[in-house]
């Protein structure tokens, strides 16, 4: 049984940062491409990055790009989001996904986890 765990997301004011993590299980990790999205309130889920198995390969939403950062540890099981400078309009539910191919559409990942919430104060 596949298992995506999302960690990290909390309050935090505008400027600052957070670091986001995803514990997956049941899978062969390296095996994924990983993907941060995040749906905010009355949105549809959006992509935020993704990374590729060996984490050679990253993507970003160009409204995140410079901001937010993707990484994966392959021994730990674990993909990271770290997010600096942050603002109002990234708060949202963020999550971690997994998918055997590798891009930016939310249709194409398999599995999905639980959700974390960012709250960014102005």
């Known amino acids: 049984q596949v298992q995506l765990v999302e960690s990290g997301g909390e309050l935090v004011q505008a400027g600052g940062s957070l670091r986001l993590s995803c514990v997956a299980s049941?899978?062969?990790?390296?095996?994924?491409?990983m993907g941060w999205f995040r749906q905010r309130p009355g949105k549809l889920r959006e992509f935020v990055a993704a990374i590729g198995g060996n984490g050679a390969s990253k993507l970003y939403a160009d409204s995140v790009k410079g901001r937010f950062t993707i990484s994966r540890d392959n021994v730990k099981n674990m993909v990271s989001l770290q997010m600096n400078s942050l603002k109002p309009e990234d708060t949202a539910v963020y999550f971690c996904?997994?998918?055997?191919?590798?891009?930016?559409?939310?249709?194409?990942?398999?599995?999905w986890g639980q959700g974390t919430q960012v709250t960014v104060s102005s």
């Open positions: 049941g899978l062969t990790f390296s095996s994924y491409a």
């Open positions: 996904a997994a998918t055997y191919r590798y891009g930016r559409n939310p249709n194409e990942y398999d599995y």
